[in-house]
């Protein structure tokens, strides 16, 4: 498996709480990615990074923010987390080059209650 | 709007089948097909990937057909077993671009 770790793996929180997760990578890959997993959508791009510092919205970038201040290190955060954020969150790694796969993590399942 | 169409929803297939799994798109910058596997629990893993200048690419039972002119792309999975049974999805990126669009998702299960 591509070195990624996610934590936490579970998180329970209420709503109006601020909730940071992180994807953490081995492979010292410059593209970065955070997707969230919902019935029906498939994988919905929020917002990814291709360098330290460097990073763009996605489809879905409403009520997130990240932050990258190292290769390894790539962080969501909710700043006042919802209910309509409750779904599994992946965070994925891409080498540098062009047309290569991404690899994904295991996962984040946030209920917002 | 769906940048990559993903049909079916879902699958049900005897062991021994083929199951069949369709993408289509629209933009005809991507270059780039890859088709992931995922089970319960697990993040999506890479299955077998495609470009445009082959049509067909075959790795063990997994079975890319690629029809360039009609923007399509499929996956066709022969002999399958029950170890199958998982939520497939297809992708679609630019070879310069930096972010992959990905279809809805088709769930297999392959009865014994």
């Known amino acids: 498996d591509a070195g990624i770790t996610q934590s936490p793996r579970h998180k329970v929180t209420e709503t109006g709480t601020p909730v940071t997760l992180r994807c953490h990578q081995t492979e010292n890959h410059r593209y970065m990615y955070w997707y969230r997993q919902d019935p029906g959508h498939g994988l919905r791009l929020i917002h990814y990074?291709?360098?330290?510092?460097?990073?763009d919205k996605g489809e879905v970038s409403d009520g997130y923010s990240v932050s990258r201040s190292k290769t390894e290190d790539f962080l969501l955060t909710l700043e006042s987390a919802t209910s309509s954020q409750t779904s599994v969150y992946f965070c994925a790694i891409r080498p540098d080059s062009g047309g290569q796969p991404q690899h994904f993590g295991d996962g984040t399942r946030l209920s917002i209650l | 709007q769906q940048q990559v169409k993903q049909s079916p929803q879902s699958l049900i297939v005897q062991k021994g089948g083929i199951s069949i799994i369709n993408c289509a798109y629209e933009?005809?910058?991507?270059?780039?097909f890859p088709w992931y596997q995922q089970f319960p629990g697990k993040g999506p893993a890479l299955l077998i990937a495609i470009r445009p200048d082959v049509s067909e690419k075959k790795e063990g039972r997994f079975t890319i057909s690629f029809n360039k002119s009609a923007k399509q792309f499929s996956l066709h999975i022969m002999d399958s077993q029950p170890g199958d049974s998982a939520t497939y999805f297809c992708a679609a990126s630019k070879n310069t671009g930096n972010q992959f669009y990905f279809g809805t998702g088709t769930s297999l299960t392959v009865i014994p």
């Open positions: 990074s291709y360098g330290v510092k460097d990073t």
């Open positions: 933009n005809t910058a991507f270059d780039y």
